[in-house]
């Protein structure tokens, strides 16, 4: 790939080319990190789990966490709505 941009020196000046670079390397480094801060929280988990916890359960919890608590009352509010008729509450 350096041969393409070197092969064709008029298409990107050398800022552009220097910027490009920087950024690619900002990406690929953040992706290292992610993937680091991935498995760290799959340890979590599993440390979870170890103790008896539900690791299912504790997902769905941080993923509520994560809403509007407004938004969050109003979509429970329709499903209970929703489950009520049907039968099931």
Known sequence: MADDASAHP???NATAQGQIKSIIERVERLEQEKSEIAEQIKEVFAEAKGNGFD???LRKVIRIRKQ???KRMEEEAILD???SAIGEI
């Open 68 to 70: 509007d608590r407004a």
């Open 55 to 57: 690791v299912k359960v």
């Open 81 to 83: 709505l929703y489950l």
């Open 10 to 12: 008029d298409v990107l």
